[in-house]
């Protein structure tokens, strides 16, 4: 099972970053897939939630409205469209089925 993140980067206050999960090795257009961050010394916080078709998804209140879950299953990728970034977003985001992880991608907001 892999699971690469790519897309984050430094980006400034207001801006926008897509990032992007490539899976393999399990069956993606069946699995419920998760964003999840991880700020240094702090505990990871769930993101967002996307089940297997996208008709259903959830987002943590401090992002909802500015972020966008989405999947591809015949790419079997998963997305997350970052909006009108702020500074408390700045976190390694994994992309995970719950049982697998990725490395995660640094996402730093900042002036």
């Known amino acids: 099972v892999q699971l690469v993140e790519s897309g984050g980067g430094l980006v400034q206050p207001g801006g926008s970053l897509r990032l992007s999960c490539a899976a393999s090795?399990?069956?993606?257009?069946?699995?419920?897939m998760f964003w999840v961050r991880k700020v240094p010394g702090k505990g990871f916080e769930w993101v967002s939630i996307i089940n297997v078709d996208g008709s259903s998804i959830l987002y943590v209140d401090s992002v909802e409205g500015r972020f966008t879950i989405s999947r591809d299953n015949a790419k079997n990728t998963l997305y997350l469209q970052m909006n009108s970034l702020k500074p408390e977003d700045s976190a390694l985001y994994y992309c995970t089925n719950w049982l697998n992880w990725g490395q995660g991608t640094q996402v730093t907001v900042s002036s």
């Open positions: 090795g399990f069956t993606f257009s069946r699995s419920w």
